[in-house]
Structure formats: structure tokens, C-alpha cells
Nanobody, 126 residues
Framework: QVQLVESGGGSVQAGGSLRLSCLVS????????MGWFRQAPGTEREGVAA???????TYADSVRGRFSISRNNAKNTLLLEMNSLKPEDSAMYYC????????????????????WGQGTQVTVSS
């Protein structure tokens, strides 16, 4: 089993920055793909960014150039640096992981991931 715990959410004004962290525990050696997803009230959960062991990354068009995903294997941590935040970035952000290597748009699909965290709230005010 793999456990995921997110942190780093909060409230920020438009144009500001936040850094989300996801601590991975359990059978961390089986994790090959990780991603960040978000879900605003009344909407579907959508993929934001993903990373595969080896460093290949995938971003949603809505965040490319503003968000950066990285993984620190030594610390079993997944990070999401979020810059130039907009009110439409407000959502619950979830960390996800899976054994499979995912490349491209499939890495941003909710159904690709077996393990999920509980989420951390991000609120961006205008």
C-alpha cells in the first residue's frame, strides 16, 4: 500500500504563489507515476501536472508555464510550485500515485491512478 498526505494549501491573492507538498509513505518503491489533480465545487476532478520516474512531466494547458511539478525521491516528496495564481485555480488539490509509467495526456487522467491523498485547499482571491 501507498499513503499520500498533502500539505501547503492556503489562501493567497491573485498573482501570488504557493507550494504544495505530498509526502509518500508505505511501498514507495512501487510508485512510478505521480500527479496533482484539482477539483472545484460542482466540477470534475482534473489533472494539473504529472511526473514519471526519470523526470518526464506533463502539464494541463491551463497551468503550463505557471506551475512546476517535481519529485524528491530521497525525501519521498512530490512538490507543486504554483506561480501567478488566478482565482480560477481555486480548488481542492489532490496528490495521486500509481505503479504504471504514464506519459502524455493519460498521465492527467483520474482513472490512471490507484492511490490518492485527502487533499489540500487552495483559495485565490481577486
Amino acid at each position: 500500500q501507498v499513503q499520500l498526505v498533502e500539505s501547503g494549501g492556503g489562501s493567497v491573492q491573485a498573482g501570488g504563489s504557493l507550494r504544495l507538498s505530498c509526502l509518500v509513505s508505505g511501498h514507495t518503491s512501487v510508485v512510478n507515476s505521480m500527479g496533482w489533480f484539482r477539483q472545484a465545487p460542482g466540477t470534475e476532478r482534473e489533472g494539473v501536472a504529472a511526473i514519471v520516474n526519470g523526470g518526464y512531466t506533463t502539464y494541463a494547458d491551463s497551468v503550463r508555464g505557471r506551475f512546476s511539478i517535481s519529485r524528491n525521491n530521497a525525501k519521498n516528496t512530490l512538490l507543486l510550485e504554483m506561480n501567478s495564481l488566478k482565482p480560477e485555480d481555486s480548488a481542492m488539490y489532490y496528490c495521486a500515485a500509481d505503479r504504471v509509467f504514464y506519459y502524455g495526456l493519460v498521465a492527467l487522467s483520474r482513472s490512471s491512478y490507484s492511490y490518492w491523498g485527502q487533499g489540500t485547499q487552495v483559495t485565490v482571491s481577486s
